[in-house]
């Protein structure tokens, strides 16, 4: 089989069980992206790889990736430039906005302290040759530290809770969180550069960076697309201004040592807070990265799995990750609604809502590995952890409203 089919089989196949994975895990009401991130890891070497050896060497092949790998970094920087693009400030009184930054902060500091807790000894047991503490042990609180904001706002909406105030109290503050947790995964790739020099010319270039995105790109980009909306229309040819300015920007901070996906968000934050512009952006874009390139991303991140990732203090560790995730998330979300004088229900809908890790969490560990910062076993337990937090959402904002429901059911059968 040439190349060229190889790869078509490849997609194929990916296409073909992410969408039978994601209707299974819609029927149980999970948003479909966590049977698409199943369906990688299913493709993988510990259930594909291990029932059917010969065909997953054969379609998997490790000299094959290289063009599912190009597939896949084009469709994180298009996924990541959206999720810029749809980046807004809080917004609300000033009790809402404080609430915000109290949630997404101890969403941020409490996973950070237990991540940095446990480092140590994942570090001892886990961490590839030649990885110092430091940058291992920043990029574990990093990963404790990240919430799933598309797959928070896929939930809410389903449930019809975009307008309640668990909903906006969670959409406001997972915009805080993953905005500070995308500037300290930059900070961990800095460091893990290791040499002073070049850790001190990524950080200025990624200074030079943000000024000539915000100084020069911001205005032009500005003037250039409410000109191209005044009539309501979205032209091909702005389009095309759009992807030239998020390349240059993806391969700017692909160049100074940093990620291209930086570069991506960065250029989505820069654009005009146009809901129209969105739309069209989104129309165009969202389709071809969501539906086709991003199951490429779990099907290759499932290809790096270990399947002794689980075998004798595997098991212990991936219990003690989970726990340290799941309590950093739910604890210091739920205690930031607390302390701005929410009611425990939304309180903890709150946290439980900004527990989900989803995409956000693979692309971090994704970039994780392919930086040397992590092995392969410590990767698939960190997948194992991103599916388990976003699976469980669902259920524990359920089982957050069931007393409301109980009351209101209450309320209608004596009214």
Known sequence: MNATALLLMQLLVILGAARLCGLLLRRLGQPPVIGEMAAGLLLGPIAFGAWWPQAHAALFAPQSLGALSGLSTMGVVLFMFIVGAELRAPEGTRRQVRAA?????????????????????????????????????????????????????????????????????????????????????????????????????????????????????????????????????????????????????????????????????????CLPREDRLLKHLADKVEPLA???????????????????AFAGAGIGAFGLILVVAILGKVIGCTAGARLNGHDWRDSLAVGALMNARGLMELVVIKIGMDAGLIGAELFTLLFGMTLATTFMASPLLSLCQRPRRAAHAGLDAHG
Not at 109 to 117: H, K, S, Y
Not at 240 to 263: K, N, P, S, T, Y
Not at 291 to 304: E, N, S, Y
Request: glycine residues 10%.
């Open 290 to 308: 969501v539906a086709l390139l991003m199951p490429v991303l779990f099907a290759l991140a499932g290809q790096a799995t270990s399947v002794n």
């Open 101 to 269: 930054f109290s949630v997404g902060l101890l969403g941020i500091v409490l996973p950070m302290a237990l991540g940095l807790g446990i480092a140590p000894w994942l570090h001892a047991r886990f961490a590839p040759a030649g990885v110092g503490l430091w940058p291992f042990a920043l990029f574990i609180a990093a990963t404790m530290s990240v919430t799933a904001f598309p797959v928070l706002a896929r939930i809410l909406k389903d449930r019809g809770m975009t307008g309640t105030t668990a909903g906006r109290l969670a959409l406001s503050s997972a915009v805080i969180d993953d905005a500070a947790v995308w500037v300290i995964l930059a900070v961990v790739l800095t460091l893990a550069g290791g040499a002073h020099a070049s850790v001190a010319m990524t950080a200025v270039g990624a200074l030079v960076l943000v000024g000539l995105v915000f100084g020069l790109l911001r205005p032009l980009y500005a003037r250039l697309l409410r000109a191209r909306l005044a009539d309501g229309q979205f032209p091909p040819q702005a389009f095309i201004q759009v992807l030239l300015g998020l390349l240059a920007c993806a391969a700017a901070a692909e160049w100074i040592g940093l990620h291209a996906i930086f570069g991506a968000f960065l250029f989505g934050t």
